[in-house]
């Protein structure tokens, strides 16, 4: 399913306090920030949590004209939703949409893309204005982890938004976290940044950077 792009609104935006001024910023933008950096006009990405389509928005916007933009959703109502969206704009062919669960990022990614994608992007939970029963499963999220991590690009970002303060969102979130911590700190490199609350239940980013080959790395040292 392929369509094109158009303007959206802001989507979840947990915020985040700076100690040292007090800035409230949010965590989503600063996930789209980080992403900014790393992500091109000609690139491939992956939306792994489509939703009401910001995140994939913004992500076509980023690799427009030439990239292209994956992303997943379970729900029939998300991919609508997004399409929606995109029906009126004029980037049809930077967009593929797919009706699965990002666990299957793996098979439905095509093989010849594998290690070439700049940037994916998760943000857990559950749809915002449907059904809250439908949420992201520790299992699910942690295997489409471990694929996306398999195909992100050299110098690649993973970006995953995170909600501990819903029911199974506490136990995903430290899922997530122990997933990462088990990450090769040669090959990886994390960032989690927490939300201005300074409790568990609070939003928080884990920002999943790919450094060099380990082979090449190793070889030069
Ligand atoms: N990024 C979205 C946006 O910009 O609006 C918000 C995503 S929303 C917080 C989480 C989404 O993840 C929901 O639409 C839900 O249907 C979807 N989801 C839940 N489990 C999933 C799975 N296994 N694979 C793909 N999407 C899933």
Known sequence: MQAS????GEACTPALTLKDDMKHISLLNTAHDQI???????DIAIDATVGNGHDTVFLAKQIAPSGHVYGFDIQQAAIDSTLEKIRQAHISDCLTLI?????DMSEKIPAELHGKIKA?????????GSDKSVITQTDSTLTALTVAAGILATNGIITLLA???????DQETDQ???????L???QFKINTIYSTEHKDTAPRLFVIRKWQDCTIYRNSA
Do not use: E, R, T
């Open 176 to 182: 997530v976290k122990n997933w990462c911590g088990q």
């Open 99 to 103: 009706h699965a669960s990002h666990a």
């Open 163 to 169: 909600y501990p303060g819903h029911p199974g969102g």
């Open 184 to 186: 090769d700190a040669q």
């Open 5 to 8: 792009l158009a303007l959206a």
């Open 120 to 128: 994916i992007m998760f943000n857990l939970g559950y749809l915002p």
């Open 36 to 42: 900014k950096n790393i992500l091109h006009p000609g």
